[in-house]
């Protein structure tokens, strides 16, 4: 009998293979899309499917949240690339060999984060998720322009003291849970170790969470652990841009919240509510500063990211049923709202030839139809109504101030800040006087109209069974 | 019983001190030598925990350690220094030093981290772990002392020498064989990252640059 989770991890796999056989780049493209689509349909059976948990995988109403947007977005990514990556030949950045090895790393890379979002072992999570992240390093420094490589580089170097310092809370863990479960596999099985957690060692955890939190925080892009995240945006490919901005952060915020629902079922441990909110508002608050001296679109946008999943982090650290809810809940618009994004800047990339917002001007005269629904996406993120973005922003900072009026301040400021410079920097983009040149867009708009779409459709009205299904997933987060 | 932690924590204690002695090499070809000796003292470490807790994969963690990074990778990387002709000397920085110092705070946090520890099943480990912990840090810190890239990629395998230590350490951890694997073949992409794109500017920005200016002395 074979399983949804099974194919969702495995037929990524098989498709690289598959893909670096296939020497044209445009068989190559179709292939691609149609094993995202695979896998897509795999996820959507599993939201339908049985819940079970294994000695290897695990499939709970929170994890499918976080595996239906991965493949859902994966499959869009691959459509809008599809039509997007046969520019970058002709304008010789890419090599039909190198396109090739692109497709098959693609695949490999949606393989390895739903590895990582299935694994009920922490060891098998975090190797998925390295394996993801080393994928991105290669991605990013595709191009090979110098500052491709320096890019990677430095994202390679922040990345691995991450996946160390990740690994070296998965030990102490697997310490924490052995005295109980025993040594081997059991004391390794995130079940197992959440159930037992309130017979375990709370000094070794509280240890072991300091460790997960700076090496996985170094991978959703917490500040001050960010800096690798704005280059290996601006510098990679933009449907790569495109995943990890939309995943590849939700991901790692994924992994770390498994682990702080395990030390959360030891009350001696520390509580990690309080420095998820510090570290989540400290990241928030800066990098919304941070967007108003962007000249780059992309690092824009990267910034943007940043201030978002900070805003994540700090809603999963207040907890409790509603505003996980509400971090769930924007993690699912903000994965949808910013890989759209991308798609626009890819548009806009193609159609000016550069991805500086100072060559980036009057879009409305030149571009139309692309700056209405640039405009559109961009009102989207900064949190406008009637977006869904909107309806998550505002019911993270209700509850927050059900609980704690005075906090609920700090992320209104930030959101403030962040919306200002997004604000300013579209007037610079859709308006003015046009400059540069205005070339023929190809790629297809289909996936960011669609993206747009759905976030519309979740701001106006939220399905009931929807809401269920995130509220499930929310008590599970305790 | 006692004996065997002896020497585990012997071979432990003798990496922390190739630790520090990576610290000190002036000169590139030295920073290398002294990464191939903690590696093959890991390599014995790691033997010694699957000879004496009768725990046979281990070997081939050991095995791994011993012939791609005591042996292939730091040859790899001598060959590319010399191909590339870039600069002997370790750009520092932070003098030595002021980085022996930082070093010895380091292995002092380890140690009072791991402390607090309680007794228990796990305080057999505990010791090791510290020593890891401190070799850990003592990674992240030569990557962040020492520019060029290739020292930052022996400080990142230093790194992760101390974390199969640790995972060693951790007994019964399944899962210690593969994810050296996964760390092996991690590590030898990035060599071979350096050696096929070799990373120009970076050695361009940081060595070409001295290499000029020592040639325009000479004439």
Redesign the interface.
Known sequence: MIHAYQIVVAAPYVAALVLLAIPGYRIGAIANVAASGVTFAAGLWLVFGERSVGDYAIVDEFNIVFITINTLVGFTTALFSASYIGHEIETGRLTPASLRFYHAMFQAMMGSMNLALVAN?I??M??GL??AT?ITV?MV?LY?T?QA??AA?KY??LA??GI??A??GT?LI???G??TLG???P??TWSLLQAAAGRM?P??L??AFIFLLIGYGTKVGLAPLHAWLPDAHAEGPTPISAVLSGLLLNVALYALLRFKMIVAGQPAALDPGPIMIVMGLVSLIFAAFMLYQRRDIKRLFAYSSIEHMGLMVFAFGMGGPLANFAGLLHMAMHSLTKSGIFFGVGHIAQAKGSQRIADIKGLSVTHPRLAVAFALAVFAISGLPPFGVFASEFLILTTTFAREPWLALLPAFGLLVGFGALLMRLQDTIFGEPVGPAHRVDASSVPMVLHLLLVLAAGIYLPPALVAWFRRAAELLG | MNQVYDISHLLAGVMLVTSFALLYQQRIAAVLNAFAAQSIVLALAVAWAAWSESRPDLFITALIAFSLKGVVIPVALHRTVARLGIHREVEKVVGVGAALMVGLALTALAQALVVKIAQGPASQAREELALALAIILMGFLMMIVRRNAVTQIVGFMSMENGLILAATGARGMPLVVEISVAFSVLIALFVFAVFVFRIRERFDTIDIEALDRMRGDRR
């Open positions: 072992n060891g098998l975090w190797v390295e394996l080393l290669v420094g090979r110098p490589i320096e580089w390679f170097i691995s003291v160390s310092l690994f070296f030990i697997y310490l924490a052995q005295p040594e081997g596999v004391a390794m060692d000094a070794i509280d240890l």
